[in-house]
């Protein structure tokens, strides 16, 4: 993690930044420091020196409309992520709070529905909180049947997970049209496979595998939340205007 001064304000760039800032704020030196007369070409992105065709992921304005709809899905993939580990924990170690935690992941759907509804209008994002749902119950049942080994019924449930996979990817590609269906379907099949391995390894208890596949599933998880506020912020531009 580094700052750039931009004239009067510091930039902190964060983790994984530049898979949106680069693509939402291309810029070069020249028009950084003409927006900002008092700023000083040779200490911006000191690290790297003063290159004028060099391409900075930091843009001259930052437009708190955008950032927020970005953190706000970010987090929600995130707490997707984290709450579906600790449910396949849950479920596989027998915990005391399966329940509860299960409620909790069960929540995620429901805040992504509330984060789309400004945008896409009730049943829109309550047809995407129904999918998501559903989601993750199967992924719940398939760790179930996995855990007692009954492989007809584990084999059907995942079939059943990516049939769901693949209606959230036409979905997803039909409302919006800077969503594509097919990378949509790509991300979540990925998405599946790795949560898939992260059972298996809970389940086997190779704890230290499942700890690796996580941090996929994080990083993975923020490439969707990405690509989906990028397509929202590209559909809805009069909402994201400074």
Request: glycine share 4%.
């Amino acid at each position: 993690m580094y700052q750039c001064p931009m004239g009067a304000f510091f930039y902190t760039i964060q983790p994984y930044d530049t898979s949106w800032l680069d693509q939402r704020y291309p810029s070069t030196i020249y028009p950084i420091t003409s927006a900002n007369a008092e700023s000083n070409p040779n200490y911006i992105c000191p690290e790297y020196g003063y290159y004028p065709e060099r391409y900075y992921p930091a843009p001259t304005r930052i437009n708190k409309t955008e950032v927020y709809l970005t953190n706000t899905i970010r987090m929600l993939w995130e707490q997707h992520g984290a709450w579906t580990r600790m449910a396949i924990t849950s479920l596989a170690l027998d915990l005391p709070d399966v329940d509860l935690v299960i409620e909790r992941l069960l929540r995620n759907p429901v805040d992504f529905e509330n984060a789309l509804r400004p945008f896409y209008g009730d049943k829109i994002a309550s047809k995407f909180s129904d999918l998501l749902k559903s989601h993750l119950v199967i992924a719940a049942e398939l760790v179930k049947a996995s855990k007692v080994g009954d492989n007809k019924v584990a084999s059907d449930t995942e079939k059943k997970w990516y049939d769901n996979a693949n209606e959230i990817a036409v979905f997803l590609g039909r409302i919006n049209p800077y969503w594509s269906q097919e990378d949509w379907r790509i991300m979540l099949h990925k998405h599946l496979a790795l949560v898939k391995a992260e059972a298996v390894a809970m389940l086997t208890k190779n704890y230290a595998a499942g700890i690796a596949v996580y941090d996929e599933i994080e990083n993975q998880a923020l490439e969707m939340a990405d690509v989906m506020a990028e397509g929202i912020i590209k559909q809805f531009p009069e909402i994201f205007k400074e």
